[in-house]
């Protein structure tokens, strides 16, 4: 079963604007991470942040976790056409090594 | 390194049939995951393995599916006898350490279609 649930299902912004997704999870978790998807292509990492962690930052990605609602959220600030792809949370709860992915944001940025 | 690399990238076969993925991971990595990619039912772990040593195969849907990982260096993915509900994408995963403490390296997939 699925471990997180992603918040739009599906997102359409111009470029230029910021793209919020949010993610939803029900165990408690050692780490989170978020993957993107383009279309056709396997998951490529994005960034990990740590359970003991409320927030980071690389590039235009801003992630921010709250453990105590079980939940994380994915900005990417002045989104661009190239932006465009599926984007996955992924967890890990605790004593366990398994990866579990969420149900995915689909993000169209339009030029 | 030339990353995960899955073959074939494409498979077309005849309910029935039976069906090899193949996977070589990243040198070094220690962890090997198989995942299930549907738009009904998302990205699903399938099994995942340490050290070559399968741990954890519960989200393997039938006893038609087995995976195997006879050496570091190469794991394969069986579906015997196949069926057109398995009609998916597979990817192969592979990690350095444990599955969430650092980042997951995935193939291109293999789209399998059962017909």
């Known amino acids: 079963s699925q471990q997180g649930e992603e918040d739009p299902q599906a997102l359409s912004i111009q470029e230029g604007e910021n793209a919020t997704m949010n993610c939803s999870y029900k165990t408690s978790i050692n780490n989170l991470q978020w993957y993107r998807q383009n279309s056709g292509r396997g998951l490529v990492h994005l960034i990990l942040i740590r359970s003991n962690e409320r927030e980071k930052h690389s590039g235009r990605l801003r992630v921010t976790l709250d453990t105590s609602k079980k939940s994380s959220s994915l900005l990417i600030t002045a989104s661009r056409a190239a932006d465009t792809a599926s984007y996955f949370c992924a967890t890990d709860a605790l004593n366990t090594d398994k990866l579990i992915f969420g149900t995915g944001t689909r993000l169209q940025v339009f030029p | 390194d030339a990353g995960v690399i899955q073959s074939p990238r494409h498979e077309v076969t005849e309910m029935g049939q039976e069906v090899t993925l193949r996977c070589k991971p990243i040198s070094g990595h220690d962890y090997l995951f198989w995942y299930r990619q549907t738009m009904m039912r998302g990205l699903e772990l399938l099994i995942y393995?340490?050290?070559?040593?399968?741990?954890?195969d519960s989200g393997m849907p039938e006893d038609r599916f087995s995976a195997k990982m006879p050496n570091a260096s190469f794991s394969t993915l069986k579906i015997q006898p196949s069926e057109p509900r398995d009609s998916a994408v597979y990817f192969c995963?592979?990690?350095?350490?444990?599955?969430?403490?650092?980042?997951?390296?995935f193939g291109q997939g293999t789209r399998l279609t059962v017909v």
């Open positions: 393995f340490n050290n070559n040593v399968p741990i954890d």
């Open positions: 995963a592979s990690s350095l350490v444990a599955g969430g403490n650092t980042e997951a390296f």
